[in-house]
DNA sequence: TCGAAAGCAAGAGCAGTGCTCTCGTTTCTG
DNA sequence: CAGAAACGAGAGCACTGCTCTTGCTTTCGA
């Protein structure tokens, strides 16, 4: 299916990539707004037209970034999940693990979370192409609860009625074997924990919170209890 | 002290205003990202070069609508407070109005929202000019919470031993009145808040969640309990 | 009161941007 | 092997932020 036919296409494959490297670099150094077309064929030593063969647009380059960001992101989420052969810790532990995987690549990565999790640059509405990884790091949340749910049951937030049909509604799209309960206030989880993580990136904690890895595993502990998983301990902040 | 000396300084005043009028509302048909100073003279029957008396730079254009914003979503924050006359209503559904006000005006503004809100366009350090306007929001939830806690008490958020230097330092800068596990349990509650906020303006919940203003007074309802604010039943979502 | 000083709008101009079009050249393919 | 498709280079267009100079007007102090 992916073979490469010639020299062609090898050829492309590499530009392309050479882009998207040259593209991402400057991205890391200036941030979306200074990324420039005429910069990045400058620095490859093709003319700005020729790039134009590769990526029809500077919207569809910084596409291009998005999609591979959240893959990253979502790479990491994956790789703070307990590998097989791994004696895996109790589930609130995992759940810190994996937010915690999140915010390490967002710290190490700012300009590219802010490309992915700040302001939509590009059009408005994002293009189809980013919705698959951009759900990674959410199916990956989701796979670890009902995991835990599956394993040793889970406290089932308590829904009201008007919320009900809502929240079936989207248990029958993420995950059906969940109750509708764990999966609004997983949602609800997920939506804060990246509000956690923007804050601390887009310098709204500056000169105001100074241990902000204790803060944020307080605060993630504390959402994995709110979306049902069991603590052990009744109440507290673990590490 | 702001007496108006003459009609060069009351033209100046009216001058900058209508620049910053006619950028918000290009701001809002497009985004930051497409403000242009030579469009705005454009708009306002100048030449490019004339508005560079008003401001030095688009960035401190852009830096004046930022500290606008913070003040507009600070006002209806303020403004979803019980008003000298009103029989205020319980705690907790204070909490909730305010959330909601800044919701509100978050839907109705996206574009400034995504200004102060998302990824930091300017620079990358905000100006000293915007810190105050920024805190607005934040000030209005730590008085309601002192204010529950002065006149009801609350349920006090624990603390582990690492984290207790921290939320006191913390205690001592916004609220020296609150408990420390209050004012760190806030103040994560402030960032997850916006993370709510965040999702929805910036279209992650599109296709997946439909009934966004349920699902969030339920999400902001937790959140009011997880700083300690006393909600009357035990559990469940209000509104 | 009157002249210097400061504030102002206008225009030309510079360097940079995204993007399009054309024109030879190279590579693939029927 | 010839036609087609892909490619790089270059010129060019419309636009941007920003600077500098040139006159005009308002303000203010001696």
Redesign the pocket.
Known sequence: MSTI????????IE?TAAIKDEARKQLAAEGAAK??????A?EL?????????????????LTALIVDSYDAVGEAAEAALPKAGDTPGPYPARWVAVACAVRDWALAHPHEYALIYGSPVPGYTAPQDTVGPASRVGLVLIGLVREAYLAEGLAVPPLTAELRPEAERMAADLADDLPPGVVVALVGAWAQLFGLISFEIFGQFDRLVEARELLFRRAVHELGRSTGLLDGRSAGAGR
């Open positions: 036919r010639g020299a062609r296409e090898r050829a492309r530009v990324l420039s077309l005429r910069a990045v400058r030593g093709m003319v700005s037209s020729a790039l134009y063969r590769y990526f029809p647009s500077r919207d569809d380059l």
